[in-house]
């Protein structure tokens, strides 16, 4: 093989790990936020409880 497409293929393969590692990162970042605020919301839910006077 030419030492060029070598270069070319390592480039795609290096690109590709970056793309896929990005996405990743993504997703996991996403999935916290959406935690943080099912969390924030159970407390909104508690807290509108208490001041309605509803026992859970």
């Given at each position: 093989?030419?030492?060029?497409?070598?270069?070319k293929?390592?480039?795609?393969?290096?690109?590709?790990?970056?793309?896929?590692?990005?996405?990743?990162?993504?997703?996991?970042?996403?999935?916290?936020?959406?935690?943080?605020?099912?969390?924030?919301?159970?407390?909104?839910?508690?807290?509108?409880?208490?001041?309605?006077?509803?026992?859970?």
């Amino acid at each position: 093989m030419d030492a060029d497409v070598i270069m070319k293929i390592a480039g795609l393969l290096i690109t590709g790990g970056a793309i896929y590692g990005g996405i990743r990162a993504d997703l996991r970042a996403m999935h916290e936020r959406i935690s943080d605020v099912k969390e924030s919301a159970a407390l909104a839910h508690r807290r509108l409880d208490q001041l309605t006077g509803v026992r859970t």
